[in-house]
């Protein structure tokens, strides 16, 4: 191990600072986020550090440096272009045994700055020495990507109750089993899903030893439209925690894989006439599952509460007394119309766009006819294949051109995504000369015709978003 990573206490304590350009900014930031007094010495510093010095309670000095602006300071940084006088900065910190940091220098630094992903109180650095920053970089943005920003809320929770723990358990061991149940329990569940009040109640019963009433919680997770990368942190913290897992046709395999690997996996699928499951049946399973103490991921495709049944499912939750949790997907419509390079919104095009389910509960197609072909807006259609001649022929009889530019996307953001354009008119002879199947998602309007100017965008979906 080239370098002992410590984490320094700068709160109210003197930094010196060499150096007034954009890079001696960049440090003297981080050092203001840490509490940290500034002296900037420098023969002209930028308005943005002399602003930010005079919030720290700081000093801007405009002149040449000089060994005796060390004087009081707990750490040095010297960050001009002027390679002798940064020798000279560390020379002088190093005979003081001041720590010193030369930015971009390492051989004449006593202490580096990591790459920091800041959950604070939660901080975690990521350092190589100075040999290979670039990585040191995509490996902190790798784990801002894993680590949520509630985590931070989480190691706040604990910092407030943490004395009092340490008095109810002396024994270290007894502690960290305390917090580890703490850290993987409901209390964190409900502290990172932004429920900080609830946490803090649960926190504190179990502290007092009061048993919570047992009982499980399902989590209504949109899957998105079939690209893994689409998920959001939430959703994927949420599938690797789960007992047990009800997914619909929907879901990709893709997705499914990154649930926590010995889940129950319940397929509960639904095709137009074909139900796998009932959705009374689905309900019942999410209450029945959840009284035994199960936590219960219930996956579907997109959004679930954009054509997903979700708001059935937590009416039947919320009548039982089962907690749960909602996390938003990308629904079909955005994920798959800007995989196919087809904006849905436009200012010379559409200043509106409409989602449309394409059969209603009871399996017909009597829509709203009248108000589909107001101008300025995009239709998107969920589930209208196998009514679409009707769409079709209802839109152009109520007054929509048969001109009008329209899209079939099936299996739209996957591997296996097919994008056919045409016309309104057209479109029932489209899905019979290609064989389309769903899933598939129909975009009626304008702004279809856009995605002859993308024609770059095929296979680059994922540069795109």
């Not at 007094?37 to 930028?46: G, K, W």
């Not at 894989?257 to 319940?266: H, K, Q």
């Not at 679409?388 to 079939?408: F, K, N, V």
């Not at 290609?434 to 995605?451: N, S």
């Amino acid at each position: 191990m080239n370098y002992l990573p410590l984490f320094h206490n700068l709160r109210g304590r003197r930094v010196l600072v060499v150096g007034g350009g954009e890079i001696a900014l960049r440090k003297s930031r981080l050092l203001a986020e840490a509490g940290a007094v500034l002296r900037v010495v420098a023969p002209q510093v930028e308005t943005q550090l002399r602003e930010l010095v005079q919030g720290s309670g700081g000093e801007v000095l405009l002149r040449g440096y000089q060994e005796a602006d060390l004087d009081g300071c707990v750490l040095v940084i010297a960050a001009t272009d002027d390679e002798p006088l940064n020798a000279q900065v560390s020379s002088d910190a190093t005979g003081r045994c001041v720590p010193v940091n030369v930015v971009d220098a390492p051989a004449l630094c006593s202490v580096i700055f990591p790459a920091i992903v800041d959950r604070s109180p939660l901080v975690i650095a990521v350092s190589s020495g100075g040999d290979a920053p670039v990585l040191a970089r995509l490996i902190r943005a790798k784990l801002e990507t894993w680590i949520p920003s509630t985590y931070g809320h989480l190691a706040g929770l604990a910092a407030r109750f943490r004395h009092q723990v340490k008095g109810l358990f002396p024994d270290v061991q007894q502690r960290r089993a305390f917090w580890e149940d703490v850290f993987q329990g409901p209390i964190a569940d409900r502290q990172l899903a932004g429920q900080g009040a609830e946490a803090e109640r649960l926190l504190l019963a179990k502290i007092n030893g009061e048993a919570p009433r047992a009982g499980g919680e399902v989590y209504l997770v949109g899957a998105g439209p079939g690209d893994p990368d689409l998920l959001t942190f939430r959703a994927l913290r949420l599938m690797q925690q789960a007992d047990v897992v009800l997914y619909d046709r929907l879901v990709a395999p893709a997705i499914l894989d990154l649930c926590r690997r010995d889940a129950e996996r319940v397929y509960v699928g639904k095709r137009r006439a074909e139900h796998a499951v009932p959705q009374e049946q689905i309900n019942q399973q999410l209450v029945d599952l959840a009284l035994q103490g199960k936590r219960v991921v219930r996956l579907k495709g997109g959004d679930p509460f954009i054509f997903g049944r979700g708001g059935e499912e937590i009416e039947e939750l919320a009548a039982h007394g089962i907690p749960f949790q909602v996390v938003p997907g990308i629904t079909a419509a955005s994920g798959c119309a800007a995989y196919a390079g087809i904006p849905l919104t436009h200012r010379d095009y559409a200043q509106s766009v409409r989602f449309v389910t394409g059969h209603l509960k009871d399996g017909s197609t009597d829509l709203p006819w009248g108000d589909l072909v107001a101008p300025g807006q995009t239709l998107v259609f969920y589930m209208g294949l196998v009514g679409l001649p009707i769409i079709c022929e209802q839109l152009i009889g109520h007054g929509r051109s048969a001109d009008t530019p329209a899209a079939l996307i099936q299996q739209g953001t996957t591997v296996n995504q097919r994008v056919f354009t045409g016309t309104l008119g057209n479109l029932p002879e489209l899905v019979a000369e290609h064989e389309v199947h769903a899933p598939t998602l129909v975009i009626v309007g304008e702004v279809v015709q856009l995605r002859e100017k993308l024609a770059w965008f095929e296979g680059a979906q994922a540069q795109v978003l």
